[in-house]
């Protein structure tokens, strides 16, 4: 009974101090037209927001408030790091780049940072071979060499800077040498070392995020993850991509029997639930996969993929059934011009902007997957380390929660990897989503 | 005469700055504005003139990415820049109305046309739900809707667009308004349909002696509906004046070169002889969509050299006949020549070469052009295609066309269409039908998008091209000042039939088919007593879509 006389009481408290905010800042500034327009319910928004923001202090100085104190932390480091970052482009670049940084919510610049640390961390988490140098270099000036023949002078000299910084990061990494302190696969022999590298609590400083139940480095398996994890998950994206947006757009370019045949067929296949439908494929992979010899991994990117291409060809169809009817879409038919023509050179760049929004998407969707089919025993193999399968591994240890936070977080670290790099992604699918419809205008 | 009466809404030294990227750049540069009590105002002016946003901010309103820099403006002793939300909120819809372009686009579909009409009385309190549901009807009934009782219980896409724009004119009109806005109501429709509207409106204007601002920039519209007239250009007013005084005597250059845009009328080549092939000949056709016949027997000819002008309603199957031209729309009989030779029904069947004969020119240059390809890519695709041409010699070629459409080429060549205005978009669309090197030109109503100074240097260049390269067009139009400047013949259909064709100067002179009598009386002319004549002469009942239903 009191906790409800608790609510009522603090919701007329902030209903009062909106009314109070309100009247008070019409008297200060002499009825200005913010205050003077503003509706009761937007004053009441800002009452709450500061009692929000009252209780979240009033939290975070409890000294039992350990996670939350670290949620906030790490939320400031964040914020700052992407405000920092969004600085720094604003000021290094191609007046291009710079002008997309000037423009570009914070939320985006936290998300094109995490991205940029995820894939740095992936690609440079073991040690880098020569040859992988040498083909980076290489390709690169390929590149450059068909942006400057296809485009103006100054975007050319952009890119090559950018391939430039690209090739330098490379060479300085393989002199450097691998960021993960320890091997995957290596087992020590000190099991279930608590995270915190404090000795006098159970840690120790060589394994600063401690070990698992059989003695393997968390730190070196979470940077590991990055690269089997995210590098799957973006080969099986790029796949389903291939597939549902070829098929899609083929569909909505030729109408008729092939856009039913293979729309209907789409249907099928997202009639079943994914994941139940995923891991029933996977278990018939699992016995597929000794028989052929070929890894379990390249059954899996192939099933993910199939099973994804079904909401990409649905994507590229409808948008492709847009394109298809506008007036230049039939001018290039009526001069004759080829079916490939017509889907990569008049419809696919028109498309680009929603796919890539898609991309993003499907990118997470795809990686969430690959973490849940890994989390429940059939998705990435051990050794490889996994975030996935981490987090199932180490699961139990969230029970120490109240007693020994230091415990507790070592489940959770794989767990905010994934869930960073998914929020991550949709701050900058959302963006890129916003820049185009409002390109449309 | 206006002196008095009393001020109602006085702007001055407006200025308006809109947001493009990261800069405020202007929109207006200074107006001022004098309306009186039941007089009405016509604003003209090219497209981005700052036309639509004087008339939105007279409501004291602009458009998101918009503000108001500087300058006043007054509604009746109110300041309505500064004026508060509440105060603002009490204004609007009450004492001024708005009546937007499209009214398919303005009302809201999920709702019935009286539920939206009683909206504004009953929430401002004027008068209540039953009592305004009856005042709807009889404002429907002034407005000569037909069956006044049961329209306003249908749903928006159950009404024709020109009873929709009459249904909004009565719901701006439900709280009888000081001020109502009119933002170009009839652009939108069709010449039969529109005059039934611009009688519509300005007789209940004059009854309940409301004032209006009326925004258009097709000035024998204007000079038919304002007292006075404000010709705006780019964001600066040129000059002001009463409508007499305007349409006898401009002052400024601008505006007499606006007036001389209806001048521009070609010589009437001689019809070509009986023995003579021609380019293109339409035998017989007849077609459908599915199961719905769209058209009936359709038979023409276009001798070289000429322009043939195919007038008529929209959905009387003029585009459709284009589309069986070109074999995108394969004809259920009959059958089309081409230089005497039968041309395949379905495009697919039909050789490079004959592909290239006959190229198209599109109403919509945003949907014509691939917004993601280059001037010079689009343009230079069809000279390769057709040609094989490479490197240097394609880009000398594709100089050569923008050359041919005034377009200089090294600014041109690599923009994209989202950097051109529509008149440039519109030549850019002919330099890639002209690529092709074609005998025959489909024009689908090519200015009826533009502005008409615009539209005037898109018609002579047409006529420049025809006369330089020997090419016939056929021009698809609803607009007879477009066919009376280029056309050489004349085909008028309705409801998928040929009605009546013959050459130019024969067809602008009686006797004709009644409809196409309708069809000639209904465009506006710029002399102000033009629709009293009209109506005097046809009556209120014989105008329009009533006319076109009794024959």
Redesign the interface.
Known sequence: MSAWLWIIATLLAVAALGWVFRAGGRWVTGNA?RF??MSYGEAFGFALAAAALAGGTWLYLQPGAVFFRWAVQGFVIFAVAAYLFRELGRLIGTEGTR?LF??MPLTAAFGILVILVYSFVAIFAGQISLRTVIIVAVVGMILTEIVRRNT?DAAATGFGGLVFAVNLVFVVMYLVGPIAPHGQEQVFELANVVAGGDPALGGNPDFPLGTDQIGRDILSRLIFGAQNTVGIAFVTTLLAFFLGGTLGLLAATLGGWLDQLLSRGVDVLMAIPSLIFALLLMTIAAVWAPQTGIPLTYFMIVIIAVIDSTRVFRLARAVGINIVV???I??A?????GLGYLVF??IL??ATAPLLAEFGLRFCFVFLTIAALSFLGVGIQPPLADWGTMVRDLAAFINYAQFAPMAAVTPLLAAGAIALLTVGVNFVVDWMLQKSSGLKE | MTEARDLLLKIRDLRIEGRS??DWFPIINGVDLDLHKGEVLGLIGESGAGKSTIGLAAMGYTRDGVRISGGSVEFDGIDLV?A???VKRGLLGRRIAYVAQSAAASFNPAHRLIDQHVEAPVQHGVSGRSDSIADGTELYRKLRLPNPDEIGFRYPHQVSGGQLQRAMTAMAMACRPDLIIFDEPTTALDVTTQIEVLAAIRQIVQEFDTAAIYITHDLAVVAQMADRIKVLLRGDEVEEADTRTMLSAPKEDYTKSLWAVRSFERTEKPLAGADEVPVVSVRGVTAAYGDTPVLHDVSFDIHAGRTVAVVGESGSGKSTTARCI???LPPLEGEVLFNGQVLPAD?RK?T?DQ?RQA??I?Q?AD???????TIGQIIG??VQ??SGLHGLRLRDRVNELLDQIELDPDTFY?RLPSELSGGQKQRVGIA?ALA?EPEFIICDEVTSALDQLVAEGILRLLARLQDELGLSYMFITHDLATVRAIADEVVVMKDGRVVEQGGKTEMFHPPHHAYTDLLLSSVPEMDPDWLDRLLAQRGVDNIGDAAVDKM
């Open positions: 037209p003077r327009d002008k000037r423009q103006g506008m007036d230049y039939e001018a038919k009526l001069r004759g011009e050179r008049e760049p028109n | 990227d990261e500064n508060p939300a509440r070109t074999g995108l495009y039909r490079k592909l190229q198209m599109y919509m949907t014509a052009l691939n917004p993601r390809r695709r069809p295609f057709y690599h890639r092709a």
